[in-house]
């Protein structure tokens, strides 16, 4: 099981800062950290909303832009993180941060549940399959999301790894994007679906505030990797924080996780000595999974521990139903513009809608939509619809 400390944004910025994070990621154990390379433009739009921070209300795309640092920065933090022995993974929001990331060969590339429809992205991030793993969180999505991500991903890669790497060419992270997310809606028998219906390993990216229920049953059903936020206080005004582990709690996580991995391995040699090893090497043996299903009831209670499970039917969480076309990419104004006008690529982008805005067509549309002709006149920031194009003969 890799673990995955997401540091994200919670460094505001600050090197030092930064540095102890990562320190605070190896002391408590994990395996990799994972940092977020913000450029407010790629993201969203200026007049996408507010944001309540500790701090006060602030616009989003304005924070957005106090957490931009230059390569130097993240190059600083690979290098520090590498000191440590931790791996070093990062996700792009668009096409300059994943050329700047990539140049510093990363030790993965993350893409977050939001770009699951960035297209323009998952197009250029697949030029480095089977030279930097790839990890893709599906959150905020439904399956046929999924189901073409990954297909972009793989084309013409047949699914091979070209040289040796430090983890899986692409790994499938379930997720809930809603913070915190509900531990009762977890589904993380989903990690089995995903591994299942696409052939690659899973793992989970954790929104919830306990240290060790999701992260132990992600590890009970198989998952091989779990990510989760840290930070050194929840009272600081990161835009994650609130839903981040602190450091002890990160610790208390790893510990758990160790213990039910080491459970699992003890039932596959016991397997193995009884001459029925599991049909696959990442297969969690029955007995292991039922025993770590009975601590986990023990502590949390029968409904809840059912609750998490789930059915394993990959569908749209309760908590981020009202997420779904907003969280996630479609295209957007990016200034007013008139009627009989010309639509060029420097007119509309790939945006978050978050959340004031009125979400766009697909991003899959953005090319049939460049050289569009206005049949009305549109406002900077509005989702693109069809509509508002003179159709053509």
């Known amino acids: 099981m890799t673990i995955i400390a997401e540091i994200g944004t919670a460094h505001s910025g600050a ?38 921070l500790p701090g006060g209300s602030i616009r989003l795309y304005d924070r957005f832009r106090q957490l931009e640092v230059d390569s130097t920065f993240f190059s600083r933090c690979l290098d520090y993180a590498h000191k440590q022995g ?31 429809n960035h297209y323009p992205l998952l197009n250029a991030v697949k030029n480095y399959y089977g030279t930097i793993p790839i990890i893709l969180s599906s959150g905020v999505s439904k399956l046929g999301d999924i189901e ?27 997720c809930i994007t809603f913070y915190p997310a509900p531990e009762e809606e977890y589904n993380v028998r989903c990690i089995d679906t ?21 992260p132990v049953l992600s590890a009970a059903v198989g998952g091989t990797m779990i990510e989760k936020h840290i930070t050194l206080s929840r009272e600081t ?33 016991d397997a193995l000595a009884a001459g029925t090893p599991p049909a696959e090497d990442d297969e969690v043996p029955p007995p292991a999974k039922a025993e770590i299903l009975r601590q986990m009831t023990a502590q949390y209670g029968e409904q809840k521990v059912k609750a998490a499970l789930g059915t394993g039917v ?19 104004y990016l200034r007013d513009m008139k009627q009989g006008e010309n639509v060029t690529a420097h007119d509309i982008a790939v945006l978050r809608t978050e959340k004031v805005l009125t979400p ?10 460049i050289g569009g002709i206005l ?19």
Not at 324 to 330: A, C, D, E, L, P
Not at 360 to 369: C, F, I, N, T
Request: glycine letters at 6%; aromatic letters at 6%.
């Open 148 to 174: 073409k991500a990954v297909d972009i991903l793989e084309e013409n890669n047949g699914g091979q790894s070209k040289q040796e790497l430090p983890l899986s060419p692409l790994t499938l992270l379930h």
């Open 375 to 393: 049949q009305r006149d549109v406002t900077s920031g509005a989702g693109v619809v069809l509509t508002d194009f003179i159709e053509k003969t």
């Open 194 to 214: 995903l591994k299942r219906t696409f052939g690659i390993p899973a793992g989970l990216s954790d929104h919830s505030l306990d240290p060790v229920l999701i």
């Open 237 to 269: 005004d990161g835009l994650d924080d609130p839903v981040a582990l602190e450091p002890e709690q990160f610790a208390q996580m790893v510990q758990a996780v160790h213990q039910t991995s080491a459970l699992i391995n003890r039932y596959k040699k």
């Open 15 to 52: 090197i030092d800062k930064a540095f102890s994070l990562i320190d605070a990621a190896k002391d408590a154990g994990a395996d990799c950290v994972k940092f977020q390379w913000v450029y407010a433009d790629e993201i969203l739009h200026p007049d996408t909303g507010f944001v309540q």
């Open 314 to 332: 990959k569908r749209l969480a309760k908590s981020e139903l009202a997420n779904y076309g907003r969280t996630n990419r479609s295209l957007h």
């Open 86 to 116: 931790l791996l070093f993974a990062c996700s792009p929001f668009g096409l300059r941060s994943l050329e700047e990331l990539a140049a510093l060969h990363p030790d993965a590339i993350k893409i977050a549940s939001a770009e699951v």
């Open 360 to 369: 766009g067509v697909s991003p899959a549309l953005l090319d049939q939509l």
